[in-house]
T-cell receptor, first 113, second 114 residues
Framework: GAGVSQSPRYKVAKRGQDVALRCDPI?????LFWYQQALGQGPEFLTY????????KSGLPSDRFFAERPEGSVSTLKIQRTQQEDSAVYLC???????????FGPGTRLTVL | KNQVEQSPQSLIILEGKNCTLQ??????????LRWYKQDTGRGPVSLTI?????NTKSNGRYTATLDADTKQSSLHITASQLSDSASYIC?????????????FGKGTHLIIQP
């Protein structure tokens, strides 16, 4: 079966642009997580969905970051007015429930110039 | 504050040799500890999950140990292969924690040379 997929794999944005990152979780996985991974660091939690409900967004660094999962499957992480410090790999993970083993996507590498 | 510290930060060994990666964790209350392998440009892939009562768990050439008293874990790789080159991330899960109950280490960057 297919794993977690993310698109685009690479995104270059000019400072101030808005970006949208997509995550397709494993079919049937209730829980979906977004992480931000800076170069040389471990992933840092951003937000968590259970089905379509965003139950935890405590890790979002600012109000420029917004995530949604309107139908409880595909999720989009949107970053408005990107800044250079937003440059990182954004990882999506899904799991059957929470807590449960999480399966990670390949990530989207965002570079803000 | 929950913390996971890994050592060494990076390691270079010759193909066929063994190596051991270390992880010290402060996660309370503790549920389990996980080792992930992250290839360059890929997301982390789970290698092992160890609970409080498990001391050793193997997955092929990977063997993880857990000492709940000293709050230390190790990942031993036997007869290394070129494909083992990756970052190895130690992750502690807080019992009863919410979605942010995972604490990630910074990882050990392992390079296997032919």
């Amino acid at each position: 079966g297919a794993g977690v997929s993310q698109s685009p794999r690479y995104k270059v944005a000019k400072r101030g642009q808005d970006v949208a990152l997509r995550c397709d979780p494993i079919s049937g996985h209730v829980s979906l997580f977004w992480y931000q991974q800076a170069l040389g660091q471990g992933p840092e939690f951003l937000t968590y969905f259970q089905n379509e409900a965003q139950l935890d967004k405590s890790g979002l660094p600012s109000d420029r970051f917004f995530a949604e999962r309107p139908e409880g499957s595909v999720s989009t992480l949107k970053i408005q007015r990107t800044q250079q410090e937003d440059s990182a790999v954004y990882l999506c993970a899904s799991s059957l429930s929470n807590p449960a083993p999480q399966y990670f996507g390949p990530g989207t590498r965002l570079t803000v110039l | 504050k929950n913390q996971v510290e890994q050592s060494p930060q990076s390691l270079i060994i010759l193909e066929g040799k063994n190596c051991t990666l270390q992880c010290n964790y402060t996660v309370s209350p503790f549920s389990n500890l996980r080792w992930y392998k992250q290839d360059t440009g890929r997301g982390p892939v789970s290698l092992t999950i160890m609970t409080f009562s498990e001391n050793t768990k193997s997955n092929g050439r990977y063997t993880a140990t857990l000492d709940a008293d000293t709050k230390q874990s190790s990942l031993h790789i036997t007869a290394s292969q070129l494909s083992d080159s990756a970052s190895y991330i130690c992750v502690g899960l807080q019992s009863g924690g919410g979605a942010d109950g995972l604490t990630f280490g910074k990882g050990t960057h392992l390079i296997i040379q032919p």
